[in-house]
């Protein structure tokens, strides 16, 4: 299995969400045309699966290395939390959402095939490292979904009528999202002791790990003590997540971290 | 109506005027002291200064509960100006170099140079730790079942942040330099102050080892001297026997050294000082049928490299190996003769005797051919607390996770 094979997959995986998410969107109550659709989306997510699956296998290490991987799990995973929220919500435009950004990640990776490589340097050769990254990217993409949520909110704030259940299903994406947060954080934290010698350095990465994790926190407070207020936690969450997308991306450009085990590439 | 400032119930505006006198007093014991930042307590007074905060917020929390500052001290609002001000602390750490010798005077009296440990950072964990102590204690008692997630993520948090802080103090990390061959040694160095260090034992190396990957290929063009893209994939991992196309190039490796030197056009196998990897390639020009052979080599510290010429401005070239694995046998002697032999590697270190060890770097002037290997011996005597701390948050994300949000409606 070589980045080669990508096309292929990812080519079936982005024409079955297309497929199903337009029979879930025109089902018009029709039963069994919605869950027709329902379970074509299932397979798009299963083959990628896959893919992933013989691609760890070939590269005979987790292919969590490099930014275009991940972007593979992120396109994993965000369907997957926008199907799960869907089918408790009903919330069809969000399923499209979360599939539209997918298909927007697989596109970015077809468009620029990674060099591979199965080296892995010592550091990250852990059993750490599996559930640490899982675990973050799980959680990106749930937080990246009650985001998503944030700006559908704030255009019906001024554009159209709001409506509150939108707030609580940001609520419950970040609830969901920050434990996973909190999980990644404290694993790297453990993982940090057996390999750098000490569980808290101050590296960028974690630096803005923090960050990201205390804005998220700002955003869960504040919902708790003015419950009644829509505009500023609609804001705060759009901000978290550009506090998120730094830590994830940014990274890789600052100067600063260009010794760090978290800059991922060449 | 507006309400006045300063008036209880204080609400987010208060707060922040208490953050901002907090960042100013900060600001001002910088600058008394010099710029030389908070002094960083050691056993046993970072054990008396921590019951002396844990016991006042206990006290204050139960016997002065009623009073307006005190329902203050544990409200929402004190705690997103803490959490606000914290950030703002490590947003400075995230954006001004740090440890930076060439920073002004003027950055370097406020602390921004050395945010880990300057009085701002120490004033905002304190003002953090406060703020989360009285809420923490508040919900503890009496204890209610439904309180149960938000005790283990607040008390979970606070013993984290308690714990690393005052244990910062008694953290020792010591780097230990052993070479091959050489009598067993104790003395250690901090990396930071270049500080000697006598350890309670002494580790003698027996034998320094570096595993490699496969050196890779790549086709790099001569005028520019860097390697060119071929539809993203830069570099090829070699192995004996194996055929790839790199650009209009179809190549065929057929043999692979990976210890050798070179005698007149050939290189020959040599576990010697100093050998270097060496692969025999053909290559076949795919639209011309050119076809070019030789020997490819990253060279070493000791040799140069031999790259193959394919074309006037194209060079298949040999990059050098990437480490697989580094790792030090050594013997620990006890200062009562006991010998303990193992094993260190990157992400396998050994406690022993309150001390953990790490394999951490090793002389990279001689590459793989190092007999050089620093460890890192680390006693951090407050990670059992910090420990707890971390399994305490951990239950508490689960149960974030399990139970979510109670949502009033």
Redesign the interface.
């Known amino acids: 299995m070589e980045w080669i094979n990508f096309p292929a997959f990812a080519g079936i995986t982005f024409l079955s969400w297309i497929l199903g998410l337009s029979l879930v969107y025109f089902s018009r109550k029709n039963r069994p045309v919605e869950l027709a659709g329902q379970l074509i989306i299932l397979l798009g997510i299963i083959v990628l699966g896959i893919f992933i699956t013989l691609l760890w296998i070939s590269l005979d290490r987790p292919p969590l290395r490099t930014l275009g991987e991940t972007r593979l799990w992120y396109s994993l995973f965000l369907p997957l939390v926008g199907f799960v929220t869907y089918f408790r919500w009903r919330y069809k435009w969000f399923l499209a959402y979360a599939i539209a950004l997918a298909g927007l990640f697989l596109l970015i990776n077809y468009m620029h095939p990674e060099n591979y490589s199965k080296t892995l340097m010592p550091a990250l050769q852990s059993p750490w490292f599996v559930p640490h990254v899982i675990v973050y990217i799980f959680s990106y993409a749930l937080l990246a979904a009650s985001s998503l949520v944030a700006l559908w909110g704030l255009y019906q704030l001024y554009y159209r009528e709001f409506q509150p259940r939108v707030l609580f299903l940001a609520d419950n994406l970040v609830y969901v999202g920050f434990s996973f947060l909190t999980l990644g954080l404290l694993f790297g934290g453990l993982w940090a002791k057996e390999a750098w010698g000490h569980y808290w350095t101050w590296d960028p990465k974690e630096t803005w790990a923090f960050l990201t994790w205390l804005s998220y926190l700002v955003y869960m407070h504040f919902r708790t003590f003015q419950p009644k207020k829509v505009k500023a936690p609609l804001w705060a969450l759009s901000v978290a997540f550009i506090v998120l997308l730094i830590c994830w991306f940014g990274i890789n450009y600052l100067p600063s971290a260009s010794n760090s085990v978290h800059v991922y590439g060449n | 109506m507006k309400r006045k400032t300063w008036t209880h119930p204080w609400r987010y505006r208060e707060s922040f005027l208490v953050v901002l006198e907090l960042i100013l007093l900060g600001l001002i014991f910088e600058v008394i002291t010099g710029g030389k930042g908070a002094p960083q307590l050691q056993w046993p007074v970072n054990l008396i200064v921590g019951l002396g905060i844990l016991l006042s917020l206990i006290v204050i929390q139960t016997k002065l509960k009623n009073r307006p500052f005190v329902k203050w001290m544990s409200s929402?609002?004190a705690?997103?100006s803490a959490?606000?001000f914290?950030?703002m602390v490590?947003?400075l750490?995230?954006f001004i170099?740090?440890d930076n010798p060439e920073a002004g005077r003027f950055v370097h009296l406020l602390g921004l140079s050395h945010m880990?440990n300057s009085w701002l950072m120490m004033v905002s964990g304190l003002y953090f730790l406060v703020t989360l102590g009285m809420v923490a204690i508040r919900k503890s008692w009496p204890l209610k079942r439904k309180n149960l997630g938000f005790l283990l993520n607040h008390a979970g948090l606070w013993i984290i942040i308690f714990a690393?802080y005052l244990g910062s103090g008694d953290?020792m990390?010591l780097h230990l330099t052993l070479t091959e061959g050489h009598e067993a040694t104790d003395i250690a160095m901090n990396p930071v102050s270049r500080q000697l260090y006598e350890l309670p034992f002494s580790v003698e190396l027996r034998d320094f080892a570096i595993e490699e990957?496969n050196p890779?290929i790549g086709i790099v063009d001569g005028r520019t001297g860097k390697l060119v893209d071929n539809?993203?994939?830069?570099?090829l991992?070699i192995e004996e026997g194996m055929k790839a196309r790199m650009l209009d190039w179809d190549l065929e490796i057929l043999k692979f050294e990976p210890n050798s030197f070179r005698a007149e056009s050939e290189y020959f196998a040599s576990d010697s000082f100093g050998a270097a990897p060496a692969a025999l390639v053909r290559a076949v020009n795919t639209a011309s049928g050119e076809e070019r052979s030789g020997w490819i080599s990253c060279g070493s510290f000791l040799v140069e490299g031999q790259p193959l010429e394919l074309n006037q401005h194209r060079f298949l070239v040999m990059t050098e190996p990437?480490?697989?694995?580094?790792s030090s046998d050594i013997v620990i002697h006890d200062r009562n003769g006991e010998t303990v032999p193992l094993t260190l590697?990157?992400?396998?270190?050994h406690k022993y005797k309150g001390w953990?060890l790490?394999q951490?770097s090793y002389d990279d002037r001689w590459g793989k051919w190092s007999t050089v290997s620093i460890l890192?011996g680390?006693r951090?005597p407050w990670?059992p607390v910090?420990y707890t701390g971390?399994f305490l948050?951990?239950a508490?994300?689960?149960y974030?996770?399990w139970i979510?949000?109670e949502?009033?409606?």
């Open positions: 929402i609002p705690a997103i959490i606000l914290f950030a490590t947003l750490l995230g170099r740090q880990k690393a953290l990390r990957y890779k539809d993203g994939q830069v570099l991992l990437e480490p697989k694995k580094y590697e990157v992400n396998k270190p953990k790490y951490i890192e680390v951090d990670l910090v971390i948050l951990m508490g994300a689960l974030l996770f979510g949000r949502i009033k409606e």
